[in-house]
């Protein structure tokens, strides 16, 4: 009988077939235990430890923790359980994990007392390359059992079979903490990736950089429609924002919530708040995306604040479907008399009309062809390429990386026709290069100042003067003018059209 069995795994459901085997296996052979010094240990490693509300990680670790606890008091099992958090992926998984446990617990797991319990054959032949003895769990079992991710896919699929597979300390723990809900939530969530992102390829370190320096103007542009109370900041990034209102007085009585579905963001909410970045006491995040069902109760949120987010929800959702719920969402949990503040991309008005595009073909390289491969090369090789090419090439290029149609025609050296939106969509990005395999899935252009007048107003939103369309001149001066020039097809000059978008949109008080 060895003294440890070692169970590395995300657990993040636990199974009637887990408890039968890991009681035959941490027992005796004549199932005698006259000390607890007979039992052998069974040391949890429960892996991705500090990732939750992701597809592949859904329940957090503190949760997992406990099923285990309940686990082992039901099943008569001793237990240690010990987090490990998420590696990017090494050869020495093994070895890392073995490393955790004897810095957290100070036992020193050796082939000589210690059995590995796992059914993954690549982990395991890591475990045998160290020397440990592997016991395969399911994978030793004819027919193979359902293995608890396939029990958390039918619970996803609402398959009432789960429950009788499930062990009753992941039932019950689920119950109480409504974690079947939330799993339900994540893994069928149609927006958010498997590692909690939009996107796997965006810089999250660049992008939350440029959110904080232009923080300071979004709320010199917002300040004066916020209604103290409950204000919300969905898609708050890293909390820039919301730092700033934590410094207005008029606010020090309000509960300042911030939203964001990404993780690598969520994470630096979290740890600013914990290093006393915040004076309110009332300040708090939650990992969400909106699109998977109501954050906050109906008529609840006094000032709701979107900035550079609903581009993304029609992005990469479905795009006017997924918007339209996302507009409902938050007309539902507004107060009567409350309020919506959205800054963002806009299109042009009349942006299916047909417009010729000048591009400068000096300013670097063009190969004759755009490459097909970027998307595999990876983003620092697809960055690199990206920045050298001319600005005629790029739009190539882009044409191939976007995820919407970039129809374009070339008429002449260095001309191309095509619609209105679809240049500005091209000239709003190409000079985001660093994150160009990100940027390239999403379309600033979809929907113009009227649409977005017909939408709020449809929803049940009265939509205030104030609400504008306006042209970025900064970017005209720096990023267009230099590089391209916009006529009708005849010729004649096409002004530069708006870029951006302010609405100021309130849920009536009869509502």
């Excluded at 020397?131 to 029990?151: K, L, M, N, S």
């Excluded at 300040?223 to 109370?229: A, I, L, Q």
């Amino acid at each position: 009988m060895p003294r440890y069995l070692l169970f590395p795994g995300r657990h993040h459901l636990l199974t009637r077939f887990q408890a039968g085997y890991l009681q035959r296996l941490a027992t005796p052979g004549d199932g005698a235990v006259t000390d607890a010094d007979d039992l052998v240990t069974v040391v949890w490693a429960v892996t991705s430890a500090n990732h939750e509300n992701t597809r592949r990680n859904p329940v957090p670790y503190h949760r997992r923790e406990a099923a285990i606890e309940r686990f082992s008091v039901l099943t008569g099992l001793r237990s240690v359980v010990v987090p490990v958090f998420d590696t990017t992926p090494t050869d020495r998984f093994a070895e890392v994990t073995v490393k955790t446990v004897a810095a957290a617990t100070g036992l020193e797991l050796t082939p000589a007392d210690t059995v590995v319990a796992c059914s993954t054959p690549e982990v395991a032949a890591m475990y045998e390359g160290l020397g440990f003895a592997i016991a395969g769990v399911e994978a030793e079992v004819e027919p193979t059992p359902a293995r608890p991710w396939d029990v958390l896919l039918r619970l996803a699929a609402d398959d009432p079979s789960w429950r009788d597979l499930a062990h009753p300390a992941t039932v019950d723990l689920y119950a109480r903490y409504r974690l079947d809900d939330l799993v339900r939530s994540v893994v069928n969530d149609p927006v958010v990736g498997d590692e909690g992102g939009l996107t796997a390829t965006r810089d999250y370190r660049t992008y939350a950089e440029a959110f904080a320096g232009a923080a300071q103007r979004k709320w010199d542009t917002v300040r004066e429609h916020v209604r103290p109370g409950r204000i919300v900041d969905i898609g708050c990034g890293a909390g820039a924002v919301l730092e700033l209102a934590d410094r207005e007085p008029a606010l020090r009585e309000s509960d300042l919530i911030g939203v964001e579905v990404a993780r690598h963001l969520h994470e630096e909410c979290v740890h600013k708040k914990a290093q006393g970045f915040f004076v309110n006491p009332n300040v708090f995040f939650y990992r969400r995306n909106v699109l998977g069902g109501a954050v906050f109760a109906p008529r609840s949120v006094d000032t709701t604040m979107t900035f550079a987010l609903t581009h993304e929800i029609w992005s990469y959702g479905e795009q006017m479907a997924s918007l339209r719920r996302f507009v409902q969402a938050i007309y539902d949990h507004t107060v009567p008399g409350g309020v919506w503040i959205n800054s963002d991309v806009c299109g042009p008005d009349g942006r299916d009309r047909t417009v010729h595009l000048r591009l400068a073909t000096t300013d670097g390289v063009d190969p004759g062809r755009p490459r097909t491969d970027l998307a595999a090369a990876g983003s620092a090789e697809a960055a690199a390429y990206v920045a050298g090419l001319s600005t005629r090439a790029r739009l190539d290029q882009f044409a191939v990386d976007h995820r919407f149609a970039v129809d374009h025609r070339p008429v002449a050296d260095g001309v191309v026709e095509l619609t209105l939106g679809a240049a500005m969509d091209f000239l709003t990005r190409k000079d985001y290069t660093d994150n160009w395999l990100s940027e390239t899935q999403e379309q600033f252009c979809g929907l113009e100042y009227a649409d977005w007048k017909g939408l709020l107003t449809d929803v049940g939103f009265e939509v205030d003067p104030v609400s504008t369309a306006v042209r970025n001149d900064w970017i005209v001066t720096n990023r267009l003018a230099p590089v391209a020039t916009l006529t009708t097809p005849v010729g004649d000059p096409v002004d530069w059209p708006v870029t951006h978008v302010l609405l100021v949109a309130r849920r009536p008080l009869n509502t």
